[in-house]
Nanobody, 115 residues
Framework: QVQLQESGPGLVKSSQTLSLTCTVS??????????WSWIRQPPGKGLEWMGV???????YYSPSLKSRTSISRNTHNNQFSLQLRSVVPEDTAVYYC???????WGQGTQVTVSS
């Protein structure tokens, strides 16, 4: 079974860049047709899909976040990463990495943006 684990700083200052990494075990990020997403949940709100990197390295982003978001991968380490630029307190959320197909989730990591 594929397992995902998020890592990164829990506190980021406004205007800085939020950087998170998802480490994958039990499967390869280059497996055909796998799609690796970042999803977040602000306090008191629903899940928000941020973007995805596919098995072939292609990326797609939420239109509302596209200008500030980058997703990349490190195939050697079997990891994929999120960068969210110019953060504001409204970017405070629990950030998850997610795999389709199969629906595996990381445990989530809390990121707080300080003003």
């Amino acid at each position: 079974q594929v397992q995902l684990q998020e890592s990164g700083p829990g506190l980021v200052k406004s205007s800085q860049t939020l950087s998170l990494t998802c480490t994958v075990s039990g499967g390869s990020i280059t497996t055909h047709y796998y799609a690796w997403s970042w999803i977040r949940q602000p306090p008191g709100k629903g899940l928000e899909w941020m973007g995805v990197i596919a098995y072939d390295g292609s990326t797609y982003y939420s239109p509302s976040l596209k200008s500030r978001t980058s997703i990349s991968r490190n195939t050697h380490n079997n990891q994929f990463s999120l960068q969210l630029r110019s953060v504001v307190p409204e970017d405070t959320a629990v950030y998850y990495c997610h795999l389709l197909p199969g629906g595996s989730w990381g445990q989530g990591t809390q990121v707080t943006v300080s003003s």
